[in-house]
């Protein structure tokens, strides 16, 4: 199979979405001029040219495509080519009303957007085949050909009576019976029983809750409904072009697609990634999204969009100060990406997207976006040699599965304040803060190659993946899980005891009496710090330690964390600090090291393969104080005891020999 090592050849890929048609012909060349003086060396074309290439049903103009490609191949710049299957023309949804998508209550989700197609409508996926196959035929052979790039951003949802047919379809693939499917959906209650399988339809709108159980069903139906559309296009391309890699762009942490299972189907894992440049956690959470790319890779990934400056889609959108471009840049690198593109070359004069920046802002050649832009790029031309291909080690895995994420979001649950996402990202940033490196994995993964596992929540845990924790923790792994894990099974039934039972044996829990939700502006205090979002009621059976006991209200003397051997188990939510303290402890009776002892506050350090990276995320200078003598290869100069990061400052560290 293809791979990022195909198109990457020792390099790291820079540059972005260009969508030329948006201009005259004229300005190619120009666009041509300053790729290469920014050191662009891949953009990615066609992402929403379907009308462009089809103006009505079953034409084809592709010489305007023709002229782009041989003239970006001139200028030395690959090409990794869309299918323009996430927007279709508005002749579609004129002539096929029934390739529209409709929402929960039945209203016709219009064209004149973009997304707007029913992944389970027929028509949309004939022509969708019908142009990748022209498409893919014609460019087989072309020179500046080097990545395949289907659709974008799938992330459509459609509850029409063409979904209700095959989400059936669907379902009776998965359980077989209807028996089965009453079974796992409780229909029992509020006398939901179904008596053919012509009674189903996807949780519409509805008087008042809705089944829990088929929601869960139908958000794994759509993820699998949009992986049968991309799967589609992608043989098609592959049949073509075997020797070709293909991928289709993440959106990180959106529950619409298991990444688990779309990242098997691709050969390049790609990601769009927009901190906020007002977030002082932004660069954990970029830190965050590039670990769980780059496992879901299994290595190099690639950052297919980010903003070179301000975006549009926040209530105000600010602009990146200076250097916190580069830093982020360098940051994606240093945790794995092989591939660092934007959303888009040419900031758009017009549309929706026109105050989205660009890698060339509205201000011009002369302007500071551009001009940091190609410091990245001849900084990415230094770097590329060094680290393409090579890895990043972490002894810690953080668990993150879509199942328990849906689950967590239904109607009905003990509190709506709780969020999946955010767990995640508290848990990773107490190790972030420790400056220890992590990676991602699933519940049901094999977990021996690490030291320690982490698991912020996972409400929902089929057979295996519980067996899969007890084995590890049994078999000498340092597991810390979070409360309110285990609760429910694969069907979303709750576990007899409110806990599976496996875990609660090995968390030394005799009985969970009762979840004691806390309010948005409540704590509770336990020994040594104060609990978060949460509580529970827990009956020790005598086997565990209580690490941490509450201390006040109904629950002062019991156990706010427990610990029986290497298995931890955490009721409630810790403030960051508190949590951070916690997380360091279990990691360092792990044998869990920090990549690098002693680092300022707001540095972070990532090694991968043999060089050291170190970032520093304030705006006030750091010194970091290494062990030894190093080369910064970005500016060619030796260090010997203490390396000086200005504001946003980066540094890519080779180790000397005396």
Known sequence: MPSLHDATRGRILFGGDYNP?????????????????AGVNSVTVGVFSWAMIEPRPGA???????????????????????????????????????????SEDGALVNYGSRQHFCPSSPVYRRYA????????????????????????????????????AHFRRWLASRYSTLEALNDAWGTAFWSQRYDSWAEILPPRRAQYMRNPAQELDFKRFTSDALMECYVAERDIVVRHTPHVPVTT??????????????????????????????????????????????????????????????????????????????????????????????????????????????MLSHAGEHGRTFREVKRIGAELALLGPEVSGTSVAADVAVLHDWDAWWSSTQEGRPSSLVSYTELVRAWHRGLWDSGIGTEFARPDADLSAYRMVLVPQLQLLGDAAVDNLVAYARGGGTLVCGFFTGVADVDDRIRPGGMDSRLRELFGIRTVHEWWPLDADAAVECDGFRGTLWSEELEPDGSAETVAAYREGELDGLPAVLRKGSAWYVSTLPEPEALRGLLGRAAAEAGVRPVLEGLPAGVEAVRRGELLFLLNHGRSPAGVKLPDRHLDLLTGTESDGVVELGRYGVAVLRGVRA
Request: glycine share 8%; charged share 20%.
């Open 21 to 37: 048609e948006q201009w005259p012909e004229e300005v190619w060349a120009d666009d041509i001029r300053l790729m290469k003086e």
């Open 60 to 102: 084809r103009e592709f010489g305007w495509l023709d002229r782009l490609l041989d003239l970006l191949h001139a200028g030395g710049v690959g090409v990794v080519l869309a299918t323009p299957t996430s927007s279709p023309p508005p002749w579609m949804g004129a002539l096929h009303p029934e390739t529209l998508p409709r």
């Open 249 to 358: 762009n993440f959106m990180p942490l959106w529950s619409g697609q298991d990444a688990w299972a779309w990242a098997e189907q691709e050969d390049i894992v790609s990601v769009d990634v927009y901190p906020d440049p007002t977030d002082p956690r932004g660069g954990q959470y970029n830190a965050m999204l590039a670990d769980m790319t780059r496992s879901q890779a299994r290595g190099p990934w690639m950052l297919m969009e980010q903003a070179a400056g301000a975006v549009n889609w926040r209530g105000v959108n600010h602009p990146k100060p200076a250097g916190l471009n580069r830093l982020w840049s360098l940051q994606a690198v240093a945790r794995g990406a092989d591939a660092l593109c934007y959303f888009q070359w040419r900031q758009s004069r017009q549309g929706a997207e026109k105050f989205h920046s660009g």
């Open 129 to 164: 085949a019908s142009l990748t196959e022209d498409l893919a035929a014609r460019y087989a052979d072309h020179p500046a050909l080097t990545v395949w790039h289907i659709n974008n951003e799938y992330c459509t949802h459609c509850w029409c009576d063409g979904t209700a």
